[in-house]
């Protein structure tokens, strides 16, 4: 691999070898080897029952990752991912309490005991470890900064890679729409105040990656969802009337899935044999 600061170097010292470069600009060639020192992994995985994505980020490297959002009905699948890529689950981490889905969390834990669980410090569930706004999950050279957004329920977080300049909203920020705020200490006005200050204060380019979508669509960009969400791109007025009106079923699995998600996704007997 050719270091970055010797590119000038390497083209007066190997003149045969620099023809491969022939036709290429030499920020070309240095982006290029930008790249391929790049060691962040990024998957996103999906859950059809209930539309969840899931977030597998490592440093391909250190071989050190997180998981965010696991689905309990996808942990063989993400144990199959880890194991492939030879890497070393160091948390798994919940945007919030979830209500539609049982996280894997508690699975994935006992699949691979050194792995903690992370929630934040507001959602009244049990973890390893609990987060608040500021706080930094590492894993390898990456790191993902929290901000606490509630609004959807009192302990929703995103996640924040700045080094990617991506954002891991949960059900705060969707495409196209937010979390409802109907049910689980939701409030319209909170959620509102919650992703313009701590979510659309962040720089237009960083892409979002939602917890959910309903549509079909996997990446959005905080420029795109400050300009064209039809909800959120409203005064803080015209929202609240809006969340307030829109009348939407109950969560089908909330009576299951939350009381076992407060409990780190740890299901009891009673559960198991239902």
Known sequence: MIAVNSISQFFRQ??????????????????NCRLAQDTFVLRQLFDKESWTYTYLLADYVAKEAI???PVIEQVNRDHSILKRLGLNLLYCANTHVHADHVTGTGELKKLIPTCESIISLCSGAQADKYVKSGDEI???RYSVE???TPGHT?????FVCHDEAIAFTGDCLLIGGCGRTDFQEGDAETLYTSIHEQIFSLPDYYKVYPAHDYTGQTVSTIGEEKTYNPRLSKSLDEFIELMNNL??????????????????GIQDDLVNND
């Not at 620099?18 to 060639?29: C, D, H, I, P, Q």
């Open 146 to 148: 929290v901000r606490q």
């Open 247 to 264: 009348k939407l079923d109950y969560p089908k699995k909330i009576d299951v899935a939350l009381p076992i998600n407060l409990k780190c």
């Open 67 to 69: 998981i965010i959002d």
């Open 138 to 140: 590492q894993f390898g």
């Open 14 to 31: 190997q003149p045969s070898r620099g023809n491969l470069f022939r036709g290429f600009s030499k920020a070309a060639v240095m982006n």
């Open 154 to 158: 009192n302990g929703c977080i995103t």
